[in-house]
């Protein structure tokens, strides 16, 4: 299984942007997807979680502001990231959990300026 992520960027304060994250390989149908971010010289962070039936968790710091969503015919996972803070700042990672085992992409770099 691989993941490749993007849509990552430079953006002000009070702005938006929309991660994508797009799965290939052996995808199974009963899989639970998910965002997390780190900062530089801090522990990696959970974000927000959609399982294969759309239920979506969020963490405190982001709900309201963030939305996660997935298109399971493209094996793609969305992160709508808007009313974006400073603190925001940090390389969010998409992961992929199915039968016990976790899958992690490369990063992308989302940078909000103040």
């Known amino acids: 299984v691989q993941l490749q992520a993007s849509g990552g960027g430079l953006v002000q304060a009070g702005g938006s942007l929309r991660l994508s994250c797009a799965a290939s390989?052996?995808?199974?149908?009963?899989?639970?997807m998910a965002w997390h971010r780190q900062i530089p010289g801090k522990q990696r962070e959970w974000v927000a979680t959609i399982s294969s039936t759309g239920r979506t968790f969020y963490a405190d710091s982001v709900e309201g502001r963030f939305t996660i969503s997935r298109d399971n015919a493209k094996n793609t996972v969305y992160l709508q990231m808007n009313s974006l803070k400073p603190e925001d700042t940090a390389v969010y990672y998409c992961?992929?959990?199915?039968?016990?085992?976790?899958?992690w992409g490369k990063g992308t770099q989302v940078t909000v300026s103040s």
């Open positions: 992961n992929l959990a199915q039968r016990g085992a976790v899958y």
């Open positions: 390989g052996s995808i199974d149908s009963n899989n639970g």
